[in-house]
Structures are given as structure tokens and as C-alpha cells.
């Protein structure tokens, strides 16, 4: 399986099927959903893996009820001018699927934004910098014995699930909107390659590069993609990158990092959501 480099347009680095429209026409593409939606106003599910990640959402939100599912606990409010249920979903694939699932079963979601940290085996991809999904894929998924794709999910139509185009689309508009607050992060679009297992160089970094080649490797996108593609819900996977997945020692400490990666990604989603506010006046046809 093969993909195509990453090529830059307009100071933001683009991925193979990805492209950066303008204004109207991606609020149009992220109000489709909301025709078939009796609500007036649509809701956006957003999903952390880790507490800290999920921190500045919940600190920001006007929270108005939770509700605990499967263990989770699920907090609906409004975040940025915009109806959301915040969740942390927990490490790991598993975890990340029962949140998404539980998510998109139990609240008539309109999107699904899933954002966290991530490595990545792309020698242009640089720590602080900001990856949006193109698509997402299991790296540790392997039924080539039967004669499968690395990846592949036997019965499933697709295994390479794609985001939405428009909240892909949105998510650029809004870093050229906030950059100067982004401390020299690039923004980047690529696919996220998820698995069970932290990777931290070697041959199962060269291989994930090689048979994948991903913008961020990570433990929860692709299982929150599925969930979303199952349950034709479009979705957007936001990933802080931490370091590059090999030997080579990242600029900062994890522990220095993580407050930036927060901050960025708060900041990038939250000025999403204004920007649809700002939007709504616009037709949805």
C-alpha cells in the first residue's frame, strides 16, 4: 500500500485527497448533517483521551448535565458558541471505540472531533506542530495471512476511514486564523496510523513509516474513525505531535510539552466552533 508525499499550498502542508477550501462553501459541507437533524442548533461531540487534554474544554464549557456511560462520564454544554459533549475516552483503541460508540448512540451528534497527542515518522513533521486527518488507519491490524492489505478489515467497504473534508477544510481556515498564537507550530494534513502499542523508534517505526506512511502515530484515531464511519458521523482527528517516533530526543521533555500541545489544539477547536457561530447565518442548502 502506497500513498502520496504531502505537498505544501499556501503554507499549510497538505495531504494525498486533501484540500483547503474557503468560507461558505465548507459550512456549507459541515451543515449537510443538520438538514436530516430536527434540532436547530447542531451538537459536536469532542473526545480527549487523557484528563489533562480534556481539562481546557471543561474548564471553558457553560457544562449543563453529565451523564455516566459504560463508566464514562459524558458532560453536555455549550463550548465557543457551540452545543458540545466533552468525554474522556481513556488509552487505547479499545477504550476510544466504546467511547465513540457510546458517544454516537446514546447524543444525536452531528461531527465528532477527536483531539490528543501523537508521534510521527515524518522527518518534516516537527514537535508543537498540528496534524488534521485526512484519514485513519489500524497499523497493528494484520490479516495478510489470508491475504488482506496490512490494515485491511476483512467485511468492512473501507478500512482507511476518511474524515470530513469540510471540518478538515475548517481546521485549516481556523490555524491561518490563529497561527500568530501557535508558537511557530506548523499546521500539517496527513493520515493517522493507530495502534495498540507505544512506538518509540526501531523496525516497527521503519515499518509503520513504510507500509502507512502516516502524518502521526497514536493509540485512539482510528478506532474513534471507525466508530464515527459506522455510525455516518464525519469526523476530524487532531493530533499534537510530541516527537518524531524514533531514537532521536524531542526538543522538550513530555512533561514540558504537554501544556503547549493542550493550549494549541484548545485553541485550534475552539476557534472551529466560533467559526461556524460566525457562519450561521448561511444557508444550509
Known sequence: MSSKPAKVIGG???????????????IKGLHKAIQNNNSTMPLYGIICPMEEEMAPFLEAMD?????????????????????????????????????AQALCSHFPIDALINVGVAGTTQADIHQGDLVASTDAVQHDFDVTVRGFAPGEIPDLPEWDFKASTALLDLAARAYELCKDDMDGAAFHVGRIASGDQFIAGGPRADAIHNT?????VEMEGAAVAQAAALNDVPFLILRAISDN????????????FLPLAIRHS??????????IKENDKLSLG
Open 12 to 26: 499549510i502542508v497538505l495531504g494525498a485527497g486533501a484540500a483547503v477550501g474557503a468560507g461558505v462553501g465548507l
Open 63 to 99: 457544562a449543563r448535565q453529565t451523564s455516566v456511560i459504560s463508566g464514562l462520564t459524558f458532560t453536555e454544554g455549550s463550548l465557543c458558541g457551540q452545543s458540545v459533549v466533552l468525554v474522556q475516552c481513556g488509552v487505547g483503541k479499545v477504550n476510544a471505540a466504546v467511547c
Open 212 to 216: 502507512f506512511d502516516p502524518a502521526a
Open 245 to 256: 517516533a524514533d531514537a532521536d530526543a524531542p526538543t522538550l521533555t513530555y512533561d514540558e
Open 266 to 275: 484548545f485553541t485550534l477547536v475552539c476557534k472551529m466552533l466560533t467559526l
